[in-house]
């Protein structure tokens, strides 16, 4: 049932979107290109991207945290016997 | 200069503990080393800390903690690019490796030609890769010695000529002998020592200096204000932003896809170890940042202007930022320390480059196309060999060739890694996928990102793309691998048309 598949992906990997906020968060380079606010005598251009290292690493751990929390409570069995598209699989 | 005796003392025994830590190596987590993956995986049983301290010994090189400050005290914000490029490569890490090391553990692959090569049974696409990992990774290892080569200068050892190598050539034999003797395993406990020198480094430079230089404030208002921000783009350009966002995000892609990187993440025990240090190696960009501001440092405290320090920067340019600004900073036996860190730091990666470089010729190149049927023995043993040439070669480069050469091969290396990218990625989330359309992306990607670094005359990697009345300047990397994606797709369905007409099952 390759829908079925699809659909628990999804259920399992949704805290994955929010990567997209570091990504959307630097590209945008206008909105940080500044000297105020300052921090303690650094520019805003310099403490605010330092702070992003901080806050993507712990949207790391935020995303690693739930999604094994949800391996494990609904799809401990499936997620190891997951026969999957993965190429592991396949290959 | 002369030779800073203390100082020397100091960097001298750090490197000889070291020495005896990589030849001791070989015997942590014993086992037959003359087998590929034991020697140049170090048997995929590394853990979540030792896999901290591996990767971040491999990515965050001698040559990032000197060329970062250089670029931040010559250049200024644009040089800040590497803090963004180092948050988005986690993300990136967390999604797409823990999925690579699992196909590669259940089938027994040690480099990314491996996977391409039992994924698209190509063996042109695994040639390509093993080609462009190699060509990509020797500059990159001669940059390193740029490092240790500045450091040792900055100690006061006579510069240039034989008697000046010779220091750079025995921190080489000796790295080349124990990389022989205990392969990744070497380099993954030397990189423990090595992270915790340049911790205390980093940690005592930005205690001490902002102090003596009258705070961050007093350091932030000594940089030139062109040099402070991005100059805002103007007229039809996107000018300095497009050129920063495509610079981290290009870079960025293109990290894991080294050879050396591709190691390091297979050397790892399990895919959760990779998503945890998607998480825990982001303490090393966090350093990364604080010692890109030493560059202001070195402005605020006016090095550059000081008559003890014209010769070296006269030597080595901006690269002798940090190192000046360390001699002007710390009493001499912590100069000494600071030095080791450096130099320790460029021995890491050198090591985890070179076995990279061998696992691909050895499995790629000498037994895909010489000895298909050469033993487990003979393929660990060649190897070894190959690492040894790799690093000869890389001293020969460096000592042989203008160092802007190196510079120039390592930007252009950068975009010929990435345009492995769509192989990768599709081999990934594609059930199937056309061999011939991948590599002729490949052709494609390569040629395109050489031609816009070329018209750059190899001076810088960014290419104003002229589109829609507008000028968006833009990492020529990151522009190339969308060709590269793009042709792939495009000729995809064609090849497979042919491939049918022609009679032979669709692969």
């Known amino acids: ?91 | 200069m002369s030779l800073d005796l203390t100082a020397t003392s100091v960097f001298v025994a750090l490197f000889l503990f070291v020495t005896w830590l990589g030849f001791v190596a070989a015997h942590w987590r014993k086992a037959d080393l003359n087998v590929l993956h034991e020697w140049g995986l170090g048997g995929r049983r590394f853990g979540t800390v030792v896999t901290w301290f591996l990767l971040g010994g491999d990515l965050y090189t001698a040559y990032t903690f000197i060329a970062v400050p250089a670029l931040v005290f010559g250049k200024g914000a644009m040089g800040f690019f590497a803090v963004p490029y180092t948050i988005l490569i986690y993300p990136i890490l967390y999604i797409v490796f823990p999925r690579l090391w699992r196909v590669a553990h259940a089938r027994g692959h040690v480099t990314a030609a491996d996977f391409v090569r039992d994924r698209f049974g190509s063996r042109l696409l695994a040639l390509a890769f093993a080609l462009t990992g190699i060509v990509a990774t020797m500059p990159y290892i001669a940059l390193q010695i740029v490092g240790m080569e500045v450091v040792i200068g900055a100690l006061g050892f006579p510069a240039g000529g034989f008697v000046g190598h010779l220091p750079l050539i025995i921190s080489f034999v000796i790295l080349a002998a124990f990389t022989y003797t205990s392969g990744l395993r070497a380099p993954a406990l030397i990189a423990v020592v090595k992270d915790t020198l340049i911790f205390i480094t980093v940690f005592a430079a930005l205690v001490i200096i902002p102090a003596k230089l009258g705070g961050y404030g007093a350091i932030f208002s000594s940089v030139p204000e062109e040099k402070l921000l991005l100059p805002p783009p103007s007229g039809d350009s996107f000018g300095s932003y497009s050129a920063y966002a495509t610079l981290a995000l290009g870079s960025a892609f293109a990290l894991f896809l080294y050879p050396h990187a591709m190691t390091g993440i297979l050397s790892s025990s399990s895919g959760n170890v990779i998503r945890r240090n998607a998480a825990f190696l982001a303490a090393y960009s966090f350093i990364l940042g604080l010692i890109a501001l030493l560059g202001y440092m070195a402005i605020a405290a006016g090095v550059d202007k000081e008559p003890a320090f014209a010769a070296g920067f006269a030597q080595y340019g901006p690269n002798f930022a940090v190192p000046a600004l360390f001699l002007a900073s710390f009493p001499s036996w912590f100069v000494g320390i600071a030095f080791a860190a450096i130099a320790i730091g460029a021995l890491v990666p050198a090591a985890i480059m070179s076995i990279a470089c061998a696992n691909l010729f050895t499995r790629n190149l000498y037994k895909e196309f010489y000895r298909p049927d050469c033993s487990d023995a003979d393929e660990a043993r060649m190897a070894k060999i190959v690492s040894l040439v790799v690093k000869i070669g890389a001293v020969v480069f460096i000592l042989a060739i203008p160092q802007s050469y190196a510079i120039q091969l390592q930007l252009l290396g950068g975009i010929w890694i990435i345009q492995l990218l769509p192989p990768i990625l599709l081999g990934l989330y594609t059930i199937r996928f056309n061999a011939m359309a991948l590599f002729a992306g490949w052709v494609a990607g390569t040629a395109v990102g050489t031609a816009m670094a070329a018209t750059q005359g190899f001076t810088s990697s960014v290419f104003p793309l002229q589109a829609l009345g507008v000028t968006i300047p833009g990492y020529a990397a990151l522009y190339s691998v969308l060709v590269n994606f793009l042709v792939a797709f495009a000729l995809a369905p064609i090849f497979d048309r042919i491939g049918r007409t022609a009679g032979s099952p669709a692969r």
Do not use: C
């Open chain 1, 1 to 91: 049932m390759p829908g079925g598949k699809k659909k628990s992906r999804l259920l399992r990997h949704w805290p994955r979107l929010l990567f997209l906020i570091p990504f959307a968060a630097m590209l945008w380079v206008s909105s940080y290109n500044r000297t105020a606010p300052e921090l303690g005598g650094i520019p805003f251009f310099y403490w605010y991207q330092l702070a992003w290292i901080l806050a993507g690493a712990g949207l790391v751990l935020i995303v690693y945290w739930i999604e094994s929390k949800i391996t494990h409570t609904t799809e401990e069995a499936q997620e190891e016997a997951e026969p999957s598209g993965v190429p592991g699989d396949i290959l």
